[in-house]
């Protein structure tokens, strides 16, 4: 048995020094924004940690008045059970929370392109999951320079050195989830370095023309 990831296109996943968050036909304009806090997931679920999220952004909000957050994704359940009583995540957790709606923005699915500009604009990129598949998402985002604050839970340690190439905190903790997103807020230096090192490790390890030509070449065997 031979494990070979897919490979990641570090390519087209790259840092966009000082890029700047602007989508039309989203009504989005995120160009004086200066602290975006990004989320991923293909929908919004307990799996992958939409809930402490929430919980997150609403401690965030009160503590940095400034800061505007981009989940992208869809309001459903890819993993686990839904609500017994037909009720998303999302809502769920909008009613549950006191929220300033003018500073989060849910995009939807987005196509490549524009996801690619969320995580090039992104200050800090927020993933959590409980021990199962790790989200391509996570890599794509390393591989574009972001700065990961994410669970620390079995799958996420496989690819992050708790501080070296990104943060692990406790899943079931938006307190601490929050304090490690100001810690990187507020050290831009040690933010450059996080990003910068979490681009070597997919660059070296999950390089797609690398992994393909290990693909082939297990083949040939």
């Given amino acids: ?128 999951t409980r021990p199962f598949v790790l989200s391509w998402s996570m890599l794509e985002a390393m591989a574009t320079g972001c700065v990961i604050v994410a669970s620390d839970t079995p799958p996420v340690r496989e690819i992050i050195n708790n501080g070296e190439n990104g943060l692990l905190v406790d899943f079931f903790s938006p307190d601490k989830i929050a304090d490690k997103v100001i810690e990187v807020l507020e050290n831009p230096d040690y933010k450059q370095t996080l990003g910068m090192t979490a681009r070597e490790k997919i660059v070296t390890s999950y390089n797609l023309p690398q992994l393909l030509q290990e693909h082939l070449q297990w083949l040939l065997e």
Avoid: W
């Avoid at 200066?34 to 009160?62: D, H, K």
């Avoid at 994704?73 to 300033?100: C, F």
């Fill in 1 to 128: 048995l031979k494990v070979l990831h897919d490979g990641v296109d570090v390519n087209f996943f790259t840092p966009q020094p000082q890029a700047k968050l602007i989508i039309p036909s989203l009504n989005l304009d995120l160009s004086q924004g200066e602290e975006i806090v990004t989320y991923v997931a293909r929908g919004m679920e307990p799996y992958r940690g939409f809930p402490q999220f929430m919980e997150t952004v609403a401690i965030l909000q009160s503590r940095r008045p400034n800061c505007h957050f981009v989940i992208v994704g869809e309001d459903r359940v890819a993993y686990g059970k839904t609500l017994p009583d037909g009720q998303t995540y999302k809502q769920l957790m909008l009613e549950k929370l006191s929220l300033d709606l003018s500073r989060i923005h849910f995009t939807g699915l987005l196509p490549y392109s524009q996801y690619l500009q969320v995580l090039q604009a992104s200050s800090v990129h927020i993933y959590l």
